[in-house]
């Protein structure tokens, strides 16, 4: 068995395949993934339409184009078909799991948890889109807490966060994570920091957080021609090592109470 396994992760808000240019071109989204060859890829706003032609079930048939599985978390439907957020890998997945963290009556939000099955343990993966308003994307950080989801008793392996968090500036939403995750900071990585929206960056509204047990080798942007056009937002990419055998409940829990007592406030 090998002493460690190298996973590359994606998040990406693919605006619905709709591109700056106004042209809903799926294709496009596909090249792009294609050419980044992550492992895990959280995609946000994905609209399916089933039982139409290929193209409008966005889901399948981004999965089937690059050959990988996939769990779909409806939040809402539109026009005729689900829209939400999306996780693909080429790792077995275990289970799935979609959580509704709307809050204050505001458009529906959802938190889709996929556990999948890496070399020699599971991994966790939280897909989240947070809501734009401020007290309300705060409220939903909370409950991912909370309401025991992203920290929930029966997870037995590491845990991967990542999405679009809709916070503008650090606040909130961060501090809750970081209290309980690190982070993967751009700005230690990247002279360029800001995902949205991908023409002219000017926000950064996409994270990934992750256990500390979970070694960050890479974090980049990538921001070819493409992506720049295909969506409002550019795909944060992040290169992992997981050391074999470092997901066990007993070296989670120390691993996590370790982190506790320096996280900041």
Same mark, same amino acid.
């Given at each position: ?8 992760? &994606? ?19 596909? @090249?792009?993934?294609?050419?980044? $060859?992550? @492992? ?13 032609? =290929? ?23 539109? $026009? ?24 204050? $009556? ?18 966790? &993966? ?8 401020l007290l309300e994307h705060r409220a ?5 807490? @909370?309401?025991?989801? &992203? ?18 500036? =650090? ?27 991908? &023409? ?66």
């Amino acid at each position: 068995m090998r002493a460690y396994q190298r996973v590359r992760v &994606v998040t990406y808000n693919i605006h619905r395949c709709r591109g700056l240019d106004r042209r809903v071109r799926p294709g496009r989204i596909v @090249d792009i993934l294609g050419k980044i $060859n992550a @492992d895990i890829v959280a995609l946000q706003e994905v609209w399916s339409i089933e039982g139409r032609n =290929r193209e409008e079930d966005q889901a399948r048939f981004i999965a089937e184009e690059l050959g990988l599985g996939f769990a779909f978390g409806e939040t809402r439907r539109l $026009n005729g078909g689900g829209y939400g957020n999306v996780v693909l890998t080429r790792f077995p997945i275990h289970t799935h799991r979609n959580y509704d963290i709307t809050a204050m $009556n505001r458009e529906p939000r959802g938190c889709l948890r996929t556990d999948v099955r890496l070399d020699a343990a599971t991994l966790h &993966v939280f897909n989240v889109h947070l809501g734009t308003a401020l007290l309300e994307h705060r409220a939903q950080a909370h409950r991912l807490f @909370d309401e025991r989801i &992203v920290n929930h008793e029966e997870l037995s392996g590491a845990r991967i966060v990542l999405g679009d968090f809709n916070e503008w500036v =650090r606040g909130p939403v961060s501090r809750t994570l970081r209290s309980h995750l690190e982070w993967a900071d751009i700005r230690s990585h990247l002279r360029r920091c800001r995902t949205y929206p991908g &023409v002219l960056p000017l926000l950064q509204l996409d994270h990934i957080y992750f256990d500390p047990v979970l070694t960050l080798e890479g974090l980049h942007l990538y921001q070819e021609r493409t992506a720049v056009i295909a969506s409002d937002h550019l795909p944060l990419v992040a290169d992992f090592r997981i050391k074999a055998n470092s997901f066990g409940a007993a070296h989670q829990a120390q691993a996590y109470a370790s982190f506790r007592g320096s996280a900041p406030a």
